[in-house]
């Protein structure tokens, strides 16, 4: 079974950097396809970052040249580097996965629907 925890969130200024965390269990590097999606206040769940079995990366519009997604399949996390953070950036983040996925084309951000999800982390961008 395919458990997912994260962890690394936390209060941080505008234009400052926080690294997220995901330990990963029960599932496949090579055939998985993971990602990071977010939640604010108010607002719907939205995909955020997607590495597919290559470690090849897509993003959302919103966080394209400022956040970086990665996995280290040796120690079985998934990272979300961000970096330049704006206040519209203040959410729950999840890391999520779904098996079998990863070599897919729609292994890639907007494409895909989790099976899995790890229990969010709170992030808050704020002066």
């Known amino acids: 079974q395919v458990q997912l925890v994260g962890s690394g969130g936390g209060s941080v200024q505008p234009g400052g950097s926080l690294r997220l965390s995901c330990a990963v269990s029960?599932?496949?590097?090579?055939?998985?396809?993971m990602g990071w999606f977010r939640q604010a206040p108010g607002t719907g769940r939205e995909h955020v970052a997607t590495?597919?079995?290559?470690?090849?990366?897509t993003y959302v519009e919103a966080v394209k040249g400022r956040f970086t997604i990665s996995k280290d399949s040796a120690k079985n996390t998934l990272y979300l580097e961000m970096n330049n953070v704006k206040p519209e950036d203040t959410a729950m983040y999840y890391c999520a996965a779904k098996p079998g996925l990863g070599t897919m084309l729609t292994c890639q951000v907007n494409y895909w629907t989790p099976n899995n999800w790890g229990q969010g982390v709170q992030v808050t961008v704020s002066s």
């Open positions: 029960g599932a496949d590097f090579r055939t998985t396809c």
């Open positions: 590495a597919n079995h290559q470690n090849t990366p």
